[in-house]
């Protein structure tokens, strides 16, 4: 069955960075489009970044445009997320999620298939 986990969450001061890893098993991993999102206490969860299958288009939130970086190793079936000059907003646990769509989609309604979430939190 599909699995997707991610790893490298904690906790980091404000200004400081963190990279988060997902790595999938069970499906054809350049078929699919590789989303982030995250989710806040008490708030709705939230797309923050999109790579298609090649890793060469990518989209992100404005609130993160400039600071995360997403990419992917197919070769790996890994997805990455370099998140730098963290704030304490940015505190949420960060799911990884996988879209059979050649479209950088950032609808959640999009994603089959979801990791269980790394805790980043940000301390000010």
């Known amino acids: 069955q599909v699995q997707l986990v991610e790893s490298g969450g904690g906790l980091v001061q404000a200004g400081g960075s963190l990279s988060l890893s997902c790595a999938a098993s069970g499906l054809t991993f350049e078929n699919f489009a590789m989303g982030w999102f995250r989710q806040a206490p008490g708030k709705e969860r939230e797309f923050v970044a999109v790579?298609?299958?090649?890793?060469?288009?990518?989209y992100y939130a404005d609130s993160v445009k400039g600071r995360f970086t997403i990419s992917r190793d197919n070769a790996k079936n890994t997805m990455y997320l370099q998140m730098n000059s963290l704030k304490p907003e940015d505190t949420a646990v960060y799911y990884c999620?996988?879209?059979?769509?050649?479209?950088?989609?950032?609808?959640?309604?999009?994603?089959?298939?979801w990791g269980q979430g790394t805790q980043v939190t940000v301390s000010s």
């Open positions: 999620a996988a879209a059979y769509t050649i479209q950088l989609s950032t609808s959640r309604e999009a994603y089959r298939y």
């Open positions: 790579t298609k299958w090649s890793g060469f288009n990518t």
